[in-house]
């Protein structure tokens, strides 16, 4: 298996340093574009200079809260920072998915579904490291489905636990009670699409 193969196991789409790189440099080419200073978009965004210049550099990883601060000084809305690179209008490639994470979790996630007006359903991949556990989101109307592409994670449903390993699947309301957690050693990776968008 070469190193360049897009497998759950390696390829460039599981980089581990991709995610904040790929996000920072957004950023900051955006806040370069519209010619504020790292002191200016700080102030606005209530953060420190230093950590918004760990940001740009992939060095750090902003919380959501802090996320959807620096877009709105940016002036764009998180999806835009969130984004993947796309060829045309349709098409996501595997080698090209950003990662991206938060400060308060060690879990990353990609988005596999374009982002338009209208939308009603999107499709994320997450990558979840071994003890991790996934906040519920249980606040909406809706249907989320997960599918385990690798990993062994436990899914806590109405105050049930079902486990899971790879190829397993699960499908239920999102207004249920639930959560996830990689019971396993190896960081999980697993499909999540759902109704309304998560982000």
């Known amino acids: 298996m070469t190193r360049h193969r897009k497998t759950y196991e390696r390829g460039s789409w599981l980089d581990q340093d991709r995610p904040a790189t790929v996000l920072g440099s957004k950023i900051r080419s955006l806040r370069q574009r519209l010619l504020l200073t790292l002191d200016e978009t700080a102030a606005c965004a209530g ?4 950590f ?10 902003p919380s959501l809260a802090t996320l959807m601060a620096i877009a709105r000084v940016l002036g764009v809305d998180l999806q835009y920072l969130l984004e993947a690179p796309r060829e045309g209008r349709y098409i996501a490639r595997g080698d ?4 991206f994470g938060f400060a308060d979790a060690g879990n990353l996630f990609a988005r596999l579904t374009q982002v338009f007006d209208g939308g009603r359903m999107e499709a994320l991949l997450v ?6 556990k996934l906040a519920e989101v249980a606040t909406r109307a809706g249907e989320q489905f997960w599918y385990v592409l690798s990993g062994t994670v436990a899914l806590t449903l109405k105050g049930k636990t079902f486990s899971f390993r790879t190829g397993d699947s699960a499908h239920y309301d999102a207004t249920d009670e639930h959560s996830w957690e990689n019971t ?3 960081e999980a990776v697993l499909m999540w699409v759902g109704t309304p968008s998560l982000l």
């Open 52 to 61: 918004l210049s760990q940001v740009e550099r992939g060095l750090a990883r």
């Open 127 to 132: 990558r979840m490291p071994a003890g991790q």
């Open 184 to 186: 396993g050693d190896l």
């Open 47 to 50: 953060i420190s200079t230093p």
């Open 96 to 99: 090209q998915l950003a990662f």
